[in-house]
């Protein structure tokens, strides 16, 4: 019998729990990514579900070279990785600004942008680009439903794009639009609410632009609505979780984003308490905990059901418990990868089938050199 996909040949030489990233599958995705989007240039891929330098590495080699980032350490990381374009798709205030600049000092070759939606947010901008003496990049946040950042298209945000625009060494560069409110199944019902959300973006857009701003570049939406904003050539595209995917968008989305899972965890059976009952070595410390259960879905167990977690345990229901021994492996793909990779500071990077080497989750920490 063929090995299944997740199989690893010297899987006894990883320690578990473990993060384990299937190279074939990745490139898989990165290959996907580029036939949607149609042209590498139109790609700023959200680095925050991997956090890996070889993976933006992997992506420069297909003339991905722009990208978006949350933490300073995630820019420092693109950076360092050959980007030779960064935008940290957070408003950096206080000391973060300060290291937003320091960046732009340290590498030179890469153009640093960041967002804002308030004047003060600019204050600090101004004054880290003064200090440093160097040009940043600056995209206006616009709300487009999700309310969690941003500014309502409309008066207030044209006042702002002005300040931004005859700030000294702030460089005006598009504007940044996130809809993460929007993951509905149906992709026609996911449409018909982007472009709805859009449509105001769109005008504003035009305005500026009819006021003598040049909106150079509009970085739009996440994963789910990666497709919908493909078709619009105007806009830059940001999907982050396509590159691992998960269980939470793969059943969500099979039809139009036909991602493979990628990144899986590696638990050990340790206990078996009771007659139809598994203890894994895969606990909150492990796997996102933020979502209800199941947290993590075993393609050995795909039924099983979780009835207990704690910080190094997951307790599984099953009445299968009787096929499985202590010390067996079982291959989990989580249901929101992007919190579950920060947990671990490396990945085992599987290749055909073995455990070839292994991958430092580079932009775990906060905080790389700056």
């Given at each position: 019998?063929?090995?299944?996909?997740?199989?690893?040949?010297?899987?006894?030489?990883?320690?578990?729990?473990?993060?384990?990233?299937?190279?074939?599958?990745?490139?898989?995705?990165?290959?996907?990514?580029?036939?949607?989007?149609?042209?590498?240039?139109?790609?700023?891929?959200?680095?925050?579900?991997?956090?890996?330098?070889?993976?933006?590495?992997?992506?420069?080699?297909?003339?991905?070279?722009?990208?978006?980032?949350?933490?300073?350490?995630?820019?420092?990381?693109?950076?360092?990785?050959?980007?030779?374009?960064?935008?940290?798709?957070?408003?950096?205030?206080?000391?973060?600004?300060?290291?937003?600049?320091?960046?732009?000092?340290?590498?030179?070759?890469?153009?640093?942008?960041?967002?804002?939606?308030?004047?003060?947010?600019?204050?600090?901008?101004?004054?880290?680009?003064?200090?440093?003496?160097?040009?940043?990049?600056?995209?206006?946040?616009?709300?487009?439903?999700?309310?969690?950042?941003?500014?309502?298209?409309?008066?207030?945000?044209?006042?702002?794009?002005?300040?931004?625009?005859?700030?000294?060494?702030?460089?005006?560069?598009?504007?940044?639009?996130?809809?993460?409110?929007?993951?509905?199944?149906?992709?026609?019902?996911?449409?018909?609410?982007?472009?709805?959300?859009?449509?105001?973006?769109?005008?504003?857009?035009?305005?500026?632009?009819?006021?003598?701003?040049?909106?150079?570049?509009?970085?739009?939406?996440?994963?789910?609505?990666?497709?919908?904003?493909?078709?619009?050539?105007?806009?830059?595209?940001?999907?982050?979780?396509?590159?691992?995917?998960?269980?939470?968008?793969?059943?969500?989305?099979?039809?139009?984003?036909?991602?493979?899972?990628?990144?899986?965890?590696?638990?050990?059976?340790?206990?078996?308490?009771?007659?139809?009952?598994?203890?894994?070595?895969?606990?909150?410390?492990?796997?996102?905990?933020?979502?209800?259960?199941?947290?993590?879905?075993?393609?050995?167990?795909?039924?099983?059901?979780?009835?207990?977690?704690?910080?190094?345990?997951?307790?599984?229901?099953?009445?299968?418990?009787?096929?499985?021994?202590?010390?067996?492996?079982?291959?989990?793909?989580?249901?929101?990868?992007?919190?579950?990779?920060?947990?671990?500071?490396?990945?085992?990077?599987?290749?055909?089938g073995k455990f070839t080497q292994r991958w430092p989750i580079t932009a775990r920490n906060r905080r790389i050199t700056v």
């Amino acid at each position: 019998m063929h090995p299944a996909w997740f199989h690893v040949e010297n899987e006894s030489e990883i320690p578990s729990p473990a993060l384990l990233f299937y190279r074939s599958r990745i490139e898989h995705n990165l290959q996907l990514m580029l036939k949607i989007a149609g042209d590498a240039n139109r790609l700023r891929p959200h680095v925050k579900t991997h956090k890996c330098a070889e993976l933006i590495e992997r992506q420069v080699a297909l003339s991905i070279t722009k990208f978006k980032a949350s933490t300073i350490a995630e820019s420092e990381m693109c950076a360092a990785a050959g980007a030779s374009d960064v935008l940290l798709a957070m408003p950096p205030v206080g000391i973060n600004a300060q290291r937003l600049a320091e960046l732009a000092v340290k590498f030179p070759q890469t153009s640093f942008s960041t967002i804002a939606d308030a004047e003060e947010t600019i204050r600090f901008l101004a004054s880290a680009a003064q200090q440093h003496n160097v040009t940043l990049g600056v995209f206006l946040e616009l709300d487009c439903g999700m309310s969690r950042t941003g500014i309502v298209p409309g008066d207030e945000a044209a006042i702002l794009a002005h300040v931004i625009h005859d700030t000294p060494l702030l460089q005006f560069r598009g504007l940044h639009a996130y809809d993460g409110h929007i993951h509905d199944e149906s992709l026609d019902v996911r449409r018909e609410r982007c472009d709805a959300a859009f449509e105001p973006v769109h005008q504003f857009r035009c305005r500026l632009q009819g006021e003598g701003l040049i909106v150079k570049e509009l970085v739009a939406g996440g994963s789910p609505t990666f497709g919908i904003h493909a078709g619009y050539p105007d806009r830059t595209l940001s999907p982050g979780t396509t590159v691992l995917w998960d269980f939470g968008y793969g059943d969500k989305y099979p039809v139009d984003l036909p991602f493979q899972p990628a990144a899986v965890l590696l638990a050990r059976v340790i206990s078996k308490p009771g007659h139809n009952r598994l203890t894994v070595d895969l606990g909150h410390k492990s796997v996102a905990p933020e979502n209800p259960h199941p947290r993590v879905r075993f393609e050995e167990l795909p039924d099983a059901v979780a009835v207990m977690q704690s910080e190094e345990h997951l307790v599984l229901e099953t009445e299968r418990a009787h096929e499985f021994s202590i010390g067996q492996a079982l291959h989990g793909i989580p249901r929101h990868v992007c919190p579950t990779v920060s947990m671990h500071g490396e990945a085992c990077v599987i290749e055909a089938g073995k455990f070839t080497q292994r991958w430092p989750i580079t932009a775990r920490n906060r905080r790389i050199t700056v």
